[in-house]
């Protein structure tokens, strides 16, 4: 930022107008972001890639059935066989359930082959509201099913029971999960700081900042067709919270060190914006960057995710370099009671913990980073525990879900797909030799395959049920074998789909996202690192750094999950998400610390600078990582397993970056490689420091404060 920008923000009198433009602009956006909810869509067909074949059959088949009908089933189960009582309620309950709101259709009762339960699907026509109906038509049903059951056990299963489950689960989005981050970062910022009053300033901003990106957000939805599910809003709220206080954390530090060389706070800010907000921006438009690759992806979900995330550290970056600077300056000193920085004092950092540990790193650099090395590539062993191949309907909840269970309960007595029928698109003149042909795959139960379109169409439409749960490995075998089936009837140009090949697709989808993403963001950072840092060799280490500490984080999580949580796997998108934020987050690190060792080798020398740079930013990058931890941490409170184990890696993960990976291994490396690190810029070649720096070069190395005459 250049020091006009930074006075103009740090003024007198322009500061009061800053001030009040930006808290008039974070009450609109933030009522705008209320609104969020009401665009998200967590239609898992909706999140496929145009070209999907199962896409296209959702598309084609809507003349014969409504895309926005889901189906519920009713079962009724007797242990010792069904009564014509039990067939009488089911027949009643037909006529009942017909009349609930945004109930489309009902059919059965049908009873199964052993007698011993009967099943009725009531299909229901989702509303404007989406999946939020959900929830409460499914109870509509269920009050109904469970009336004078007399002894019955009755249970709601199929599509839309599953995504009540989903509903509910992701219900807790915009209060429990928002309201944990906070306070999870607020007992940080008081262990941290130990001053309230800064610590509530830190999280007015950071909240803001949410607000603010939540109303952009929901602007992009309606208007520009940008999809967004409950996946996406959850890491929105979670990724701006936590980055927008760890940029917080970052200027601050800045100004707090300023304080200590200028009388004047709003020249100790201008002098702090004008050296720390080049980095912090270089780092959020890192993030930004590296998360509009994801754009490149086939899931249309995974794409989304890039401009919500992207859009979201922009309004983060916007709140905390304009708004935070503006009420600092206003409140003054008083903000760090009760450790205010006084000026001439001198800054504690060049004397902390972190200058102990620059010391000590530099008796014998190379080793350091050898063991660090070492050890972080036996932890990354752990990846070999991971089944990211993609979750059940069961193991994708971290809690049993009544869904979960009916489903089962289905499968004991009907066909495992019941209620998720497989459906084919064919040519109408071809439909019979299409439906024997389905008929014949293993895996389709024949009694069920049925022409569903009238005679005469040009187009067929066909279904049949699996005789596997609809979720299952099985499932996913018998979709195969179904379409090489169907492709090879002559003339037909038959489609497979359904929700059991829409989720084959999504898996697949995911897994080329994550062949093809990971490279790209990877050249992408490396490109970002070499303008910034004008060298080829220091991007090199840090990107190889990257690599190293994503991998162990990955194989602590994969450890943790399978023998601690008792998780069965992971989602096929997993391996993707955990790279973007940990790479793309990791990276803000990187760059903090690299760009004030540049600075500092400029004066002092490389080696000499590397000491400098992580005593003056080794205890706010810790702070930073573990507010960010703090905030991933809170997606635990969701009872959804991706969200689970994304919130566990990175966590982990950035940890791992800020306390072992940024502040040992990295500067054990600039120690040991020295002027080379910057290679092949001017620095290399004027940087003379050749010695490794004993104890006493730290202390020799600092500059002193400037002595202006400020006013007061």
């Known amino acids: 930022m250049s020091r006009n920008v930074a ?101 059965g009762p049908v009873p ?37 059951a007399a002894g019955l056990d009755v249970s709601l299963a199929g599509p839309a029971a599953l995504g009540a489950d989903q509903a509910e689960a992701f219900s807790g989005i915009d209060g429990i999960l928002l309201f944990s981050a906070v306070a999870i970062v607020f007992v940080i910022l008081l262990i941290t700081y130990r001053s309230l009053q800064l610590a509530i300033l830190f999280l007015f901003c950071g909240v803001g900042a949410v ?25 929105l709220s979670v990724l701006v919270l936590g980055a927008g206080v760890d940029y917080a954390l970052l200027l601050v530090a800045r100004y707090r060190e300023e304080l200590h060389r200028y009388r004047d706070r709003r020249e100790a800010m201008a002098h702090a914006l004008h050296r720390a907000a080049p980095a912090i921006l270089a780092s959020g438009a890192t993030v930004i960057i590296g998360l509009l690759c994801l754009t490149f992806a086939q899931m249309n979900s995974t794409a989304s995710l890039g401009p919500v995330g992207a859009a979201g550290i922009a309004c983060a970056l916007l709140v905390m370099l304009v708004m935070l600077p503006a009420l600092l300056v206003v409140v003054g000193r008083w903000i760090f009671w009760p450790f205010v920085p006084r000026f001439g004092e001198p800054v504690r950092s060049e004397t902390g913990l972190w200058a102990k540990v620059g010391r000590r790193i530099a008796r014998a650099p190379r080793a350091v980073w050898v063991v660090t090395t070492l050890v972080l590539v036996g932890l990354s062993f752990g990846i070999v525990q991971l089944d990211a191949d993609g979750l059940t309907n069961e193991q994708s909840f971290t809690k049993e879900q009544p869904s979960v ?29 299409v439906a024997d042909t389905l008929a014949g795959v293993d895996g389709i139960d024949p009694a069920s395959v049925a022409v569903r379109s009238p005679a ?35 003339g037909a140009d038959a489609l497979v789909g359904g929700n059991t090949a ?6 697949e989808a995911s897994r080329a996202d994550n062949r093809l993403i990971i490279p790209v963001i990877l050249v992408v950072v490396l490109l970002i690192l070499a303008l910034l840092l004008r060298s080829i060799a220091a991007p090199l280490m840090l990107l190889l750094t990257v690599v190293v500490s994503f991998a162990a984080a990955i194989g602590i999580s994969a450890l943790v999950f399978r ?25 803000d690190y990187n760059i903090f610390l690299m760009t004030r060792v540049r600075e ?113």
């Open 7 to 107: 006075t103009w923000v740090t003024h007198r009198w322009t500061t009061w107008i800053v001030l009040g433009v930006s808290l008039v602009f974070l009450m609109g956006m933030g009522a705008l972001g209320g609104k969020l909810t009401s665009v998200v869509d967590n239609d898992i067909a909706s999140w496929l890639p145009g070209d999907a074949e199962s896409t296209e059959v959702i598309e084609r088949a809507a003349a014969f059935s409504d895309p926005d009908d889901i189906p519920a089933i009713v079962l009724y189960v007797r242990d010792g066989g069904t009564t014509a009582a039990d067939l009488a309620k089911a027949t009643a309950d037909v006529a009942s359930l017909a009349n609930v709101d945004d109930v489309a259709r009902v059919e």
């Open 112 to 148: 199964s082959q052993d007698g011993q339960a009967l099943q009725v699907t009531a299909t229901i026509r989702m509303s404007d509201d989406g999946w939020e109906m959900l929830p409460d038509r499914v109870d509509d049903i269920a009050a109904i099913a469970d009336r004078d």
């Open 211 to 235: 607000g603010i990106a939540q109303g952009v957000v929901y602007l992009l939805a309606k208007n520009a067709d940008l999809t967004v599910n409950g996946q996406s809003q959850g890491i």
């Open 405 to 433: 269970v009916a489903e089962k309960k289905l499968a004991e007595h009907f066909p495992g797909g019941a209620g998720s029928p497989v459906a084919v698109i064919a040519d109408g003149d071809r439909a019979d030799a």
């Open 456 to 490: 005469g169409s040009p187009v067929a439409y066909i279904e049949g049920t699996l005789t596997s749960a609809p979720d299952s490995a099985t499932a996913f075998a018998t979709i195969d074998r179904a379409r090489d089936a169907v492709d090879a009837v002559d």
């Open 502 to 507: 829409v989720n084959k697709d999504v898996q």
């Open 563 to 587: 023998h601690v949580f008792g998780f069965e796997g992971a989602d096929s998108s997993f391996p993707l998400f955990a790279f973007v934020f940990l790479v793309a987050l990791g990276i």
């Open 600 to 712: 500092e080798s400029l004066r002092h020398g490389t080696r000499r600078g590397a000491l400098i740079g992580l005593a003056a930013t080794g205890g706010v990058i810790t702070s930073a990582g573990f507010v960010l931890a703090g905030t991933f941490t809170a997606l635990a409170t969701l009872p959804i397993v991706f969200l689970a184990e994304l919130g566990f890696v990175v966590a982990v993960g950035v940890l791992l970056d800020t306390i072992i990976v940024r502040s040992v291994l990295v500067t054990a490396l600039t120690l040991d490689i020295g002027r080379h690190v910057w290679w092949p810029s001017a620095l290399w070649r004027t940087d003379g420091s050749g010695h490794h720096p004993g104890p006493a070069d730290l202390a020799d190395a600092v500059p002193a404060p400037p002595e202006p005459a400020h006013r007061a």
